[in-house]
């Protein structure tokens, strides 16, 4: 018979095993087993789907059996350990499955230090050591084929700290806590799986803190490589591109991205789509795409990133110079100058695109820059010199667009001009 083989130093207290309860690591978040009832668990699976196992504490085999009781008119199958009965029956943990069994052992293996897993059909003890012996059925030959899901203690990490790393990730987000697979969101594509070293668990082992956080905590301290990687291929598809918009602006983004950033330009998926919509001519390569969230979160801390100019009034804008489009708004220049228009000297003039294809023009008060769309080149010149007092009009009063106060100044500006033509005061 072909058994799994699981040790670990120091020898197995056999008043632990009794006990409901029975740890000595509950105060530790380090470390997987901290409930002291995985072990309970462990034989009552295995007693229940008829699965040998052995347990030697040193060189000492337990005697692990089942006496049968009644009550109530129902039976109970109560485990004994070396002849004493405890209070654990094969009817706890119903709900476990095979891997959860291994990963009891595996991880109070790891706990202990000097952990050892192999395959073998010779069965005896250790002096020092405590080994568990589980018969390989189609069940544990699942978990053994399937390995590098469940434990991903040997697998080089893409990024460490001391609290979270990195690696590749696939079809599925696994969560892991110390390289034990402590969560996994089924149909939900991820960069990345991560181990969060000090994760909160429950009595199952199940994860319990807050993904959101704790996956942004390991991507904010990520080293350059893995930094380059995730910006380069994030998308709105994969978890961390379509359900962490919230939590990028937690904290701040460390080191490594200041270093991956330079040089580089960021948009996201919405704006370039929006943009090429309009006619925006955006040079291939000139940019990095990246989530909407994840390009304002990066954006905000970084400024030169941005591919785009944001903010309240101008909205999103792809500078990208035009030398026909300036020689457009110079025609128009000159007919306002020859109208003795005055336009402030510290007014400069941006050519590019709008997000928002409808707008041609916007000015942005703070920068003292009015912010032209190159789809002006079709326009006629009338509406350019129209344009463009409007938007000289904006600095001039800090009035906003659709304002009654805006509406007011253009009433009363076209009603000096009109008496003043006439020759008429009041």
Same mark, same amino acid.
């Given at each position: 018979?072909?058994? !799994?083989?699981?040790?670990?130093?120091?020898?197995?207290?056999?008043?632990?095993?009794?006990?409901?309860?029975?740890?000595?690591?509950? %105060?530790?978040?380090?470390?997987?087993?901290?409930? $002291?009832?995985? +072990?309970?668990? /462990?034989?009552?699976?295995?007693?229940?789907?008829?699965?040998?196992?052995?347990?030697?504490?040193?060189?000492?085999?337990?005697?692990?059996?089942?006496?049968? @009781?009644?009550?109530?008119?129902?039976?109970?199958?109560?485990?004994?350990?070396?002849?004493?009965? /405890?209070?654990?029956? /094969?009817?706890?943990?119903?709900?476990?499955?095979?891997?959860?069994?291994?990963?009891?052992?595996?991880?109070?293996?790891?706990?202990?230090? =000097?952990?050892?897993?192999?395959? #073998?059909?010779?069965?005896?003890?250790? =002096?020092?050591?405590? *080994?568990?012996?589980?018969?390989?059925?189609?069940?544990?030959?699942?978990? +053994?084929?399937?390995?590098?899901?469940?434990?991903?203690?040997?697998?080089?990490?893409?990024? @460490? *700290?001391?609290?979270?790393?990195?690696?590749?990730?696939?079809?599925?987000?696994?969560?892991?806590?110390?390289?034990?697979?402590?969560?996994?969101?089924?149909?939900?594509?991820?960069?990345?799986?991560?181990?969060?070293?000090?994760?909160?668990?429950?009595?199952?082992?199940?994860?319990? $803190?807050?993904? $959101?956080?704790?996956?942004? %905590?390991?991507?904010? $301290?990520? %080293?350059? @490589?893995?930094?380059?990687?995730?910006?380069?291929?994030?998308?709105?598809?994969?978890?961390?591109?379509?359900?962490?918009?919230?939590?990028?602006?937690?904290?701040?983004?460390?080191?490594?991205?200041?270093?991956?950033?330079?040089?580089?330009?960021?948009?996201?998926?919405?704006?370039?789509?929006?943009? #090429?919509?309009?006619?925006?001519?955006?040079?291939?390569?000139?940019?990095?795409?990246?989530?909407?969230?994840?390009?304002?979160?990066?954006?905000?801390?970084?400024?030169?990133?941005?591919?785009?100019?944001?903010?309240?009034?101008?909205?999103?804008?792809?500078?990208?110079?035009?030398?026909?489009? =300036?020689?457009?708004?110079?025609?128009?220049?000159?007919?306002?100058?020859?109208?003795?228009?005055?336009?402030?000297?510290?007014? *400069?003039?941006?050519?590019?695109?709008?997000?928002?294809?409808?707008?041609?023009?916007?000015?942005?008060?703070?920068?003292?820059?009015?912010? &032209?769309? %190159?789809? !002006? +080149?079709?326009?006629?010149?009338?509406?350019?010199?129209?344009?463009?007092?409007? @938007?000289?009009?904006?600095?001039?009063?800090?009035?906003?667009?659709?304002?009654?106060?805006?509406?007011?100044?253009?009433?009363?500006?076209?009603?000096?001009? &009109?008496?003043?033509?006439?020759?008429?005061?009041?």
């Amino acid at each position: 018979m072909k058994y !799994l083989k699981i040790q670990n130093a120091g020898i197995l207290d056999i008043r632990l095993v009794a006990l409901m309860g029975g740890t000595t690591k509950s %105060n530790d978040d380090y470390k997987i087993g901290q409930f $002291g009832t995985g +072990l309970k668990y /462990t034989m009552a699976f295995l007693f229940r789907n008829n699965i040998d196992f052995r347990i030697f504490a040193g060189e000492k085999e337990m005697h692990i059996t089942l006496e049968e @009781e009644l009550i109530r008119d129902e039976k109970f199958e109560i485990i004994c350990i070396n002849g004493h009965r /405890t209070s654990i029956t /094969t009817k706890m943990g119903q709900d476990w499955k095979a891997w959860m069994i291994i990963r009891e052992l595996w991880s109070n293996a790891l706990d202990e230090g =000097e952990q050892l897993r192999e395959i #073998t059909q010779e069965v005896g003890g250790e =002096e020092g050591k405590t *080994t568990f012996y589980i018969q390989i059925d189609s069940q544990i030959d699942e978990v +053994l084929k399937d390995w590098s899901k469940y434990f991903i203690h040997g697998i080089k990490p893409m990024s @460490e *700290t001391s609290t979270h790393r990195i690696y590749p990730g696939g079809p599925t987000l696994r969560l892991y806590k110390n390289g034990i697979l402590i969560h996994e969101k089924e149909n939900m594509p991820a960069l990345f799986s991560y181990d969060i070293v000090n994760a909160s668990l429950n009595e199952l082992r199940e994860y319990k $803190g807050y993904m $959101g956080s704790d996956i942004s %905590n390991a991507l904010f $301290g990520a %080293n350059e @490589e893995t930094a380059a990687y995730f910006l380069e291929n994030v998308t709105d598809e994969l978890y961390e591109g379509g359900d962490l918009a919230y939590d990028w602006y937690t904290k701040p983004w460390g080191k490594s991205y200041d270093k991956v950033l330079d040089g580089v330009k960021l948009i996201h998926r919405k704006a370039l789509d929006a943009l #090429t919509e309009s006619g925006a001519e955006i040079r291939p390569g000139s940019y990095v795409v990246v989530p909407e969230g994840l390009f304002k979160s990066l954006s905000k801390q970084f400024e030169r990133v941005s591919a785009l100019r944001v903010s309240a009034t101008v909205g999103e804008f792809y500078e990208s110079y035009d030398p026909l489009t =300036e020689g457009r708004i110079k025609q128009g220049l000159t007919i306002l100058e020859a109208c003795d228009y005055s336009i402030h000297p510290e007014l *400069t003039f941006v050519y590019g695109y709008f997000a928002d294809k409808k707008v041609m023009a916007r000015v942005n008060l703070d920068e003292k820059r009015i912010f &032209l769309s %190159n789809t !002006l +080149l079709q326009a006629p010149l009338n509406t350019i010199v129209a344009i463009l007092i409007e @938007e000289v009009e904006h600095f001039n009063t800090g009035f906003r667009d659709c304002s009654r106060e805006f509406q007011q100044h253009f009433i009363n500006m076209y009603t000096r001009q &009109l008496l003043r033509a006439n020759e008429i005061e009041i």
